[in-house]
């Protein structure tokens, strides 16, 4: 994905837990973290809704379900991963760190079949 400042897609990875984030599927996985950053002005446009229609259609294809780890206080992102399906399975305490803060994750999970 080309860098510039009008690409409206920040970041969109695909990572195998513990490993390094990879840009393509790994088509052998059965499990797949999943991490989304759509640039602030175009938010609550359906740019992040359309991403993930085609992400999880090309996903269920390829996997049996999507896991990702979400800030318990940001709502407005489990919501959203609510709306597609995902459902929660636990809170891992500080498991993300972001700009040296750590945050408890609820856990979410995908499942295709
Ligand atoms: C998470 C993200 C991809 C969602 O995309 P979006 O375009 O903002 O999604 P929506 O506008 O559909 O909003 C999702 C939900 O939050 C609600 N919402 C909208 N604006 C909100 C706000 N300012 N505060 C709280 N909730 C809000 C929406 O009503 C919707 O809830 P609903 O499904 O019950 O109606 C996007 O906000 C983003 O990139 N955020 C920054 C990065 C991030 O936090 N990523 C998640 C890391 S795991």
Redesign the pocket.
């Known amino acids: 994905m080309p860098e510039s400042s009008d690409e409206p897609i920040r970041r969109e990875t695909f990572r195998k837990p513990g490993r390094q984030e990879c840009a393509d599927w790994e088509t052998q996985l059965n499990q797949t973290i999943l991490?989304?950053?759509?640039r602030e002005g175009k938010?609550?446009?359906g740019?992040?809704?359309a991403l993930f229609h085609h992400v999880l259609e090309v996903a269920s294809r390829e996997v049996d379900q999507v896991d990702?780890?979400?800030a318990v206080e940001?709502?407005?992102?489990w919501?959203?991963y609510q709306?597609f399906g995902f459902e929660s399975y636990g809170v891992m305490p500080r498991a993300l760190r972001v700009a040296g803060a750590d945050h408890d994750a609820l856990m979410m999970t995908r499942k295709f079949r």
Do not use: K, P
């Open positions: 991490a989304t950053d759509i938010r609550g446009t740019l992040a809704a990702l780890y979400v940001n709502e407005r992102a919501r959203f709306r």
